[in-house]
């Protein structure tokens, strides 16, 4: 029997894996370039040489515009379960604030409605808007608990531990 870390991600664990790197990008404006350094400082430029390869590597999210057929290797998630991990210990200060209860509903409205709006812009522009997944995400309230979700699991993907903690719950996505 394979172990855990060998089996590939469930459907559900690649559209959640690729929607929590998407919410890294519409935190840090230079996301992308951010997961392209990343990979290179975690030793991941065979795997994933450029710009091109990283992409390659999010189209198996079948809610793309343009969807890769076949799966991830274990490798390969692995690769872009660190670098979310990595991204999420870089932007856990924003995460915390996002989530946080003690700031004034006036702040934390503000911080959410920044965040969605990128978010927003990021998922029109290369997911796929007749997909009910796509559509759920952008609804109001339904989104709403979704986007809360993806960015309570960033939280819990940073520090010690967050690439099993986050491996755990990609394989459980269900």
């Known amino acids: ?11 559900r664990g690649i559209e959640r894996l690729d929607l929590m790197l998407l919410c890294a990008e519409a935190l ?6 951010a997961m ?11 795997l994933l040489p450029g710009r091109v390869e990283l992409w390659k590597r999010r189209c198996h999210n079948p809610l793309r515009r343009h969807v890769r057929r076949g799966s991830l290797s274990s490798a390969e998630s692995d690769a ?9 210990d870089r932007l856990y200060p924003l995460l915390r604030a996002l989530l946080s209860a003690q700031e004034p509903a006036a702040v934390s409205q ?35 608990a979704q986007r809360r979700q993806l960015i309570r699991a960033m939280a819990l993907a ?12 990609l394989m459980d996505a269900a």
Request: glycine share 10%; aromatic share 6%; proline share 5%.
């Open 1 to 11: 029997m394979a172990s855990p870390s060998a089996s590939p991600l469930p459907r």
């Open 28 to 33: 840090d404006l230079n996301g992308a370039e």
């Open 36 to 46: 392209l350094w990343l990979s290179d400082e975690l030793g991941y430029s065979e």
């Open 80 to 88: 872009l379960i660190r670098i979310l991990c990595n991204q999420a």
């Open 110 to 144: 503000q911080r959410w409605a920044l965040f969605e709006d990128r978010l927003h812009e990021l998922i029109r522009e290369r997911l796929n808007p007749r997909r009910g997944g796509v559509q759920r995400l952008l609804d109001g309230e339904q989104g709403a």
């Open 158 to 169: 940073a520090g010690a531990g967050g690439f099993e903690r986050l491996k755990a719950s």
